[in-house]
């Protein structure tokens, strides 16, 4: 009996081989093309071409949860982190008029902000994983490329009494999900950031801005701690039978 | 040196100071929504991040003397640097008249000034460019 499997094996794994290869385009999905968003460039701006209209949770918005007002209730401002040149920490590090440049490199995205000297680093390839127990204040971020876009996801975020809003004292928790989308348009670069945190929000809350091309980063942002406390100089404290909301340099004998 | 009250308030200033000033720091309730005038000798300008400062002695209609804070709202140095300011804009000594809403509590003694209403030297001239245009 002729071994007819035998004399065709090499044309078996040839087709094999082609097979594997074309399904393998389909199971990645998606054009992995990388988008060029390297540069400097200005802060995000609204569809009215402010850089708050559409970015912001107002003061008493309608997607916060009772938690959040209990705690937005509560803060005393003179507690705020940012007064201690704490920084903000995405989303709302976007709702600050200054610059950011984006650096791509081959296994990470760094982005590197004006406001606050911020660097944050976004992993595209294997990373080790935070251990259970670290959390950041901007969070750890994964990102991928898909469909000529930079998708990027961050959790790991500490608890921040400032995270969803500096201005309004909404905090964000632990829970607190980001996710970006960066892709351009032109010249320009387009972001979408869509927020959830079900300890703080009802709903997801979502934004898209729109930066123009920068020269730079303006600057370094240095924060004076000096300059920072100074603003809260007549802002009165909510509790005022406690002791003096004063910087005590505690540790400095 | 006197300090001058002027009625009405001028809307697109407030306006912009708000956008500006809701950078993170709520004026809710601190400032009044009149604007005066006060000229008085430079004593100190704090030209650093987050928010520039100004520390500027005045001297009453009843002859006393008491210490005014200046600040700007939300702008920062880079912001503020854009509309030509810089550290060396106002030095110890300077005799300025600045333009801006006081605090609501009088006896605190500050003034929300903005970068579309700039101070001016002794001979009313702008210490710098004012600006124009939206932040």
């Known amino acids: ?253 | 040196m006197k300090i001058i009250k002027k009625m009405g308030m001028l809307i697109v200033t407030a306006l912009y100071l708000t956008s500006q000033a809701s950078a993170h720091h709520s004026v809710q309730g601190i400032y009044q929504e009149e604007s005066i005038e006060i000229t008085g000798t430079v004593i100190e300008w704090v030209f650093v991040n987050p928010h520039p400062f100004l520390t500027v002695e005045v001297v009453d209609e009843s002859g006393d003397t008491h210490e005014w804070d200046v600040s700007f709202g939300g702008p920062a140095v880079v912001a503020m640097t854009r509309r030509g300011f810089s550290k060396d804009t106002f030095n110890p000594g300077d005799v300025i008249t600045v333009t801006g809403r006081p605090t609501i509590n009088e006896i605190l003694y500050g003034v929300l000034g903005t970068l579309g209403n700039v101070p001016v030297d002794q001979d009313g001239n702008p210490v710098v460019m004012p600006a124009g245009g939206r932040p």
């Open chain 1, 1 to 253: 009996m002729i071994n007819h499997f035998n004399t065709s094996k090499p044309l078996v794994v040839t087709f094999t081989t082609m097979c594997i290869t074309l399904l393998s385009t389909f199971t990645y999905g998606a054009s992995e093309e990388i988008p060029d968003l390297s540069g400097f460039w200005g802060v995000g701006r609204c569809p009215d071409g402010s850089f708050t209209s559409c970015n912001t949770l107002s003061q008493d918005d309608q997607r916060l949860t009772n938690r959040a007002r209990a705690y937005q209730a509560a803060i005393d401002e003179y507690a705020q982190p940012k007064y201690d040149c704490a920084p903000m920490a995405i989303p709302h590090l976007y709702t600050d008029p200054y610059n950011y440049r984006i650096e791509q490199l081959e296994d990470r995205v760094n982005f590197y902000y004006a406001k606050d000297d911020v660097v944050r680093t976004v992993w595209l390839k294997d990373h080790p994983e935070p251990r259970v127990s670290d959390f950041f204040i901007q969070g750890h971020s994964h990102g991928r490329y898909e469909d000529e876009a930079l998708i990027i996801t961050t959790d790991k975020f500490t608890f921040d009494p400032q995270g969803l809003n500096a201005d309004f004292q909404i905090a964000s928790s632990t829970q607190k999900q980001v996710t970006e989308r960066f892709e351009r348009d032109g010249d320009d670069l387009m972001f979408k950031v869509t927020t959830i945190d079900t300890f703080f929000l009802l709903e997801p809350w979502s934004y898209e801005v729109r930066s123009t091309p920068a020269i730079d980063l303006g600057g370094e942002w240095s924060c004076s701690p000096r300059s920072s406390r100074h603003s809260l100089r007549f802002v009165p404290p909510k509790y005022n039978e406690d002791p003096s909301p004063e910087r005590l340099e505690y540790l400095q004998n």
